[in-house]
């Protein structure tokens, strides 16, 4: 939860000078600011933070002024709605440090949000301490919402911090509860009593956590609140579970699996049910129609054989008998071409519907993949306190091929729609940097875990002209090769190797053992038609990943290649135009 996100609402702060939205006066500077306004209520984070990032940079505001301020603290907002907390809390401590006594009065939500950012870093030291100034703050006592997100979070910090406080945990999640209640909130009144459970369970104070659970799902059913349930129908049936009643606990299990279902919407399957069945009509249509064209096609041969027997016969008749037959051959010869012809443009469709269901089959198996992989993860979390070394390595084995199947499926999805040109692109001046960092955001678990550096050396300010999803494919799958075999310990590094007005080129290189010679000139290449590389782990990859790359790379009308040169590990070389 952010905490203090309702009080310091910066887009309404945003509407409040905007003159656009006021009806007053529009000039560069209120034109700008009505744009930032309007992308960050839509939640375009990623277009916001290039925006705000390019005007601040260009001086288009006066030292110090209103729109300057809430223009910074927008940009610290926007960061971490990116999932980058520690980026937030160095431009928040920059607001604070360079607008001292400015607006003292929002100081202590400003507190709130870096306290917010350090405990998704799971730094509870940091957290607690601005967590204390906030509550020291004069405005603490009189704002009812900024003590419902402070409770909360100073709860979290003593539930999850190695110490053992418990106790802490409960006081400060009641302190929360009676805020919540005053205020009508029952979305954060179902998270205490969900919190308050799992205090309780941690404390194997089974009733104490039957007791809030049940409150959590009551408030959550009465009310529709759906991103809870899931977790409270998990939690009761695996503390009915250990109590020995298996009946109710296998009804939560079941509701628990019901709601993950929802993921999978039935609706789409009997869509795909449907598809398939029309498929498969339409293949039994076209056999029947094809077994009439070869009947066709052999009464045909049979008239050609008579054909020639009965030229062969007249032959004797002359000149003009001759001619005839000549004419009649080559009529016959056109049919069949036009036969032909027909069923190469048939079995150009069946190439087409082909790559359809490919695309179908990827695209709705993603749905339920993710959903498994949910479900590793949580069941993970809960068997982490029985400290089982061989479980855990099983769940963390079930969860890389869960991931890795995911990767395949998303591949295989893309690569479909490439080939039945249904893939769709929008082109447009992209802040590589940022599309790094987001893509190492997402591997950044499994690089910890390898304890393997990444560094993202691209300057900040360098523009790519590309699609942005087509590229993160291309970055993650690149990426996530590098990684494969790369030893752990191990480094990857993204360098911007030359940028012209015209065309940007930049690099990724790993530590890893590198490529052979002799498969240099095989890496892009349909999988069937190389040979599948061994990755530091003993398995060996699909080998789709890099040519979907190249294709990609190709419909943003740039080229990925392999840099024959290098002696030490692989090195990537991607070229993308600069500007539009």
Known sequence: ????????????????????????????????????????????????????????????????????????????????????????????????????????????????????????????????????????????????????????????????????????????????????IALNDSVDLARSYLNLGGVHYEQYRDAAAMEHWKMALQIAEAHHITDILGDVHYNLAQLYEEMGELAPALNHYQQYINYQDSLWNRDKLWELAQQKEAFEVQLREDEILLLEKDAALQEVNLAQRETERNTLIGIAGGLVAILLLIVLLYRTTAKKNKIIEAQRQHLDQLNTTKNQLFSIVAHDLRAPVQSLGSANKLLHQQVSALNDPQLEALLQRNQEGIEGTYRLLDNLLHWSLSQSENLFLQ??????????????????????????????????????????????????????????????????????????????????????????????????????????????????????????????????????????????????????????
């Open 1 to 180: 939860m952010v905490c203090g996100q309702q009080s310091l609402s910066i887009s309404e702060r945003a509407r409040q000078y905007c003159a656009v939205c006021n009806g007053g006066s529009v000039n560069d500077t209120v034109q700008l600011f009505h744009h930032l306004h309007t992308t960050s209520k839509a939640q375009q984070f990623s277009p916001l933070h290039t925006e705000l990032t390019q005007a601040l940079g260009t001086g288009i505001f006066q030292p110090y002024d209103t729109l300057q301020y809430y223009s910074e603290l927008m940009l610290g907002k926007t960061l971490y709605a990116l999932k980058l907390p520690r980026e937030s809390i160095e431009a928040y401590e920059k607001v604070l440090e360079k607008w001292e006594g400015f607006q003292p009065v929002e100081q202590p939500f400003i507190w709130s949000e870096i306290a917010s950012a350090y405990l998704f870093l799971q730094d509870y030291a940091q957290a607690m301490k601005y967590y204390q100034q906030v509550v020291q703050s004069a405005a603490f006592s009189s704002t009812p919402l900024l003590q419902d997100g402070v409770y909360v979070g100073i709860g979290l910090c003593f539930q999850n911090r190695k110490n053992d406080e418990p106790d802490s945990a409960i006081l400060y999640y009641t302190k929360a509860m009676e805020v919540q």
């Open 427 to 580: 082109r447009e001046q992209l802040a590589l940097h940022a599309i790094i960092e987001q893509v190492l955001y997402d591997v950044k678990p499994l690089l910890q875990q390898r304890a393997i550096r990444a560094q993202n050396e691209v300057p900040n300010k360098q523009q790519v002209v590309a699609d942005s999803s087509t590229l993160k494919i291309v970055l993650r799958n690149v990426l996530d090769n590098a990684i494969k075999f790369t030893p752990d310990g191990g480094i990857i590094v993204f360098q911007l190797e030359e940028a012209t007005a015209a065309e940007v080129q930049f690099s990724i290189t790993d530590s890893g053992r590198g490529i052979a010679p002799e498969l240099v000139a095989t890496v892009f290449e349909m999988p069937a038609k190389k040979e599948r590389a061994v990755a530091v782990s003993g398995k060996t990859s699909s080998g789709l990943g890099l040519y979907l790359c190249k294709e990609l790379m190709a419909l943003n009308e740039g080229a990925i290649e392999v840099d024959a040169q290098q002696r030490e590990g692989a090195k990537f070389i991607m070229r993308l135009k600069a500007t539009l």
